[in-house]
């Protein structure tokens, strides 16, 4: 149980930094769908479903996710 506890700690650390770092002007600034897949990203971590909530390939979400100055945590 213990790893369980301490990987949700980690996964909630990550979540912070994620929100803290982004540019979240920058975020405000995009269409509906970019600004959702963001969100979606810096909520879950998770690049995949966040490009495709995007419509775009990983590599090109992950180009946005740097745009808006959010880590890769």
Same mark, same amino acid.
């Given at each position: 149980?213990?790893?369980?506890r301490?990987?949700f700690?980690?996964?909630?650390?990550?979540?912070? !930094?994620r929100?803290e770092? +982004?540019?979240?002007?920058?975020?405000?600034?995009?269409?509906? /769908?970019? #600004?959702i897949a963001?969100?979606?990203?810096?909520?879950?971590?998770?690049?995949? !479903?966040?490009?495709?909530i +995007?419509?775009m390939?990983?590599?090109e979400?992950?180009?946005? /996710?740097? #745009?808006?100055?959010?880590?890769?945590?």
């Amino acid at each position: 149980m213990e790893e369980f506890r301490r990987y949700f700690e980690d996964m909630e650390e990550a979540r912070r !930094v994620r929100r803290e770092r +982004a540019d979240w002007r920058f975020i405000e600034s995009l269409p509906p /769908r970019l #600004r959702i897949a963001l969100t979606y990203y810096i909520e879950t971590g998770d690049l995949y !479903v966040a490009s495709r909530i +995007a419509g775009m390939k990983v590599e090109e979400f992950n180009e946005l /996710r740097r #745009r808006a100055g959010i880590p890769s945590t």
